[in-house]
């Protein structure tokens, strides 16, 4: 599996090769702790994955670069 880290404290990519629902479970979203939270289940849970560069992420639409159309 992948996972992409934003630099809001949460990611904006998360590829995996089989559905992980435990993953998406009990998280305070929109939080700085989403990442933090994700990665420690991924370690419960044994999972190997890769971590990609630390982007911006787009949650809401103040979040859109200026000039968006």
Excluded at 6 to 26: C, K, Q, V
Excluded at 32 to 45: E, G, I, R, S
Excluded at 47 to 69: F, H, Q, S
Aim: glycine share 6%; charged share 20%.
């Amino acid at each position: 599996m992948v996972i992409g880290p934003a630099h809001d404290g949460g990611y904006y990519l998360l590829g995996l090769t089989e559905a992980r629902p435990f993953l998406f479970e009990n998280k305070p979203w929109s939080t700085n702790q989403v990442l933090p939270l994700t990665l420690a289940d991924l370690q419960v849970h044994q999972l190997v994955w890769a971590e990609l560069p630390t982007l911006r992420d787009i949650d809401e639409a103040k979040d859109l670069p200026p000039n968006w159309p």
